[in-house]
């Protein structure tokens, strides 16, 4: 396998079985939704023993600065969720304490139990000391309060090519949980396939340029698709870099990690050696 595709780790360990061929193709790996609850106005779904109040610290912290800010294209016509809300609660605000001290916000969403993908520039940031120290994980925070509680993890994944050259192509990893207390709350995950044909692209996310803490969603049909790339134009911004860029039909899908902006906004795309990637990173 050429070592572009491989992954690494920040402790520069990795598990027996990671970059190793998995024996089946993948062509889908579906989603858990274990609840049936939809988006319903003004509907707030509130566990006391789970909330957590934010501390004011966090509130105003910048996003990451990658290749290409994210942009708002034309007219703004992003919408806020309701967070607690399905797949709104599949989706995390991210608190990034980089190697240098320095923090910052991004966006990550859940592929399984433990396993929390994001941009890879959200867990390496190359002109901030690198591999970032720690990522505080909050599932479908709002505002100041995270209805499902948080963890911090010291964990990460991501790829060889990205980290060694900053290619772009390359730009998405991984948090890996401590245990399963979050997904247990937020009861699902997102699955994850290859964009085969054209159809209308949802993203939402952690904005800095609307009230902290809040999430935004809009969609779109992209306007081109390459080997590695999709690209759109959805309006995000800043701190939404590790979003999910992901489809409804037949099933909720995610097909790419926005990540990117110029207008068209573009994502990393999901492709065949992401199942590869994946699949062992949601096995740690």
């Known amino acids: 396998m050429d070592n572009n595709f491989f992954s690494v780790s920040n402790t520069g360990e990795l598990a027996e079985f990671e970059n190793k061929t998995l024996p089946s193709p993948f062509v889908q790996v579906e989603g858990l939704d274990k609840n049936t609850l939809e988006e319903v106005q003004g509907f707030k779904l509130r566990n006391a023993d789970w909330l957590e109040a934010l501390s004011d610290d966090i509130v105003n912290l910048p996003h990451i600065d990658s290749f290409l800010p994210e942009s708002t294209c034309g007219n703004d016509d992003r919408v806020m969720v309701n967070p607690q809300n399905i797949p709104y609660r599949y989706i995390c605000s991210l608190i990034i304490t980089a190697s240098n001290g320095g923090q910052y916000i991004g966006t990550g969403f859940f592929i399984n139990k433990r396993c929390i993908i994001t941009s890879g520039h959200c867990v390496f940031i190359k002109n901030a000391g690198g591999?970032?120290?720690?990522?505080?994980?909050?599932?479908?925070?709002?505002?100041?309060?995270?209805?499902?509680?948080?963890?911090?993890?010291?964990?990460?994944?991501?790829?060889e090519e990205f980290i060694r050259n900053e290619?772009?192509?390359?730009?998405?990893?991984?948090?890996?949980?401590?245990?399963?207390?979050?997904?247990?709350?937020?009861?699902?995950?997102?699955?994850?396939?290859?964009?085969?044909?054209?159809?209308?692209?949802?993203n939402s996310g952690y904005p800095k340029d609307k009230p902290r803490g809040t999430q935004w969603f809009n969609a779109g049909m992209p306007t081109n698709v390459t080997d590695y790339k999709l690209e759109y134009?959805?309006?995000?911004?800043?701190?939404?870099?590790?979003?999910?860029?992901?489809?409804?039909?037949?099933?909720?899908?995610?097909?790419?990690?926005?990540?990117?902006?110029?207008?068209?906004?573009?994502?990393?795309?999901?492709?065949?050696?992401?199942?590869q990637r994946w699949a062992e990173w949601a096995r740690l």
């Open 131 to 159: 591999w970032v120290r720690s990522v505080q994980v909050i599932p479908g925070r709002d505002g100041g309060n995270a209805p499902f509680g948080s963890q911090i993890s010291t964990n990460f994944r991501s790829m």
């Open 167 to 202: 290619n772009s192509d390359f730009d998405h990893g991984a948090i890996i949980l401590p245990d399963n207390t979050l997904f247990n709350r937020v009861g699902g995950y997102f699955g994850y396939s290859e964009l085969k044909t054209s159809t209308l692209l949802n």
């Open 233 to 275: 134009m959805i309006d995000t911004e800043g701190g939404q870099s590790g979003s999910p860029v992901y489809v409804n039909a037949p099933v909720r899908s995610v097909v790419g990690v926005h990540g990117y902006g110029g207008c068209p906004n573009k994502a990393v795309r999901v492709r065949d050696y992401f199942f």
